[in-house]
């Protein structure tokens, strides 16, 4: 081989975007397998989805990404995620548990702010954790 030249394969970048999950309706949302990142704001504010599986191979939720999302209480997370942005889950007051993967190194500052949360697991491979703002049920 060639001084210089890496036979390392990259995987594109694919970003699902708000006009890409706006094609995706239903109570359940399966993200189709090959998206590498939820873009910011991808499904904030819809009030339709319940339950949310993001496929392996997704690295980053975006900033906003379900904020305001205020029915749904499931989230598949897989073990490719490695960043939780920003806001990410912000008022998503149904969602009540949420286990991290091992893996996700960075938590954005009040990615699950307002939400009821009474349970969430956050692996030791998280680095770096925004301020923890959640809501608590009454």
């Known amino acids: 081989m060639s001084e210089g030249i890496s036979n390392k394969t ?3 970048i694919k ?3 708000r006009q890409d999950a706006d094609n995706l309706t239903g109570f ?6 090959g998206y590498t990142k939820i873009d910011a704001d991808a499904f904030s504010f819809r ?4 339950c949310v599986t993001i496929p392996n191979g997704v690295t980053c939720i975006g900033a906003s990404a379900f904020l305001g999302c205020d029915n ?3 989230v598949t997370i897989p ?8 806001r990410a889950f912000s008022g998503c007051f149904n969602l009540e548990n949420i286990t991290i993967p091992y893996g ?6 009040s990615a699950f702010a307002s939400c009821f949360l009474t349970s969430i697991t956050i692996p ?7 301020k923890a703002e959640t809501a608590t049920k009454q």
């Open 10 to 12: 990259y995987l594109p």
């Open 15 to 17: 970003v699902l975007t």
């Open 28 to 33: 359940h949302i399966v993200i189709p397998y």
């Open 47 to 50: 009030k339709d989805i319940t």
């Open 72 to 74: 749904l209480s499931s």
């Open 79 to 86: 073990n490719s995620v490695t960043r939780i942005d920003e």
């Open 104 to 109: 996700v190194t960075s938590i954005g500052k």
């Open 124 to 130: 030791s491979s998280v680095m770096v954790l925004g």
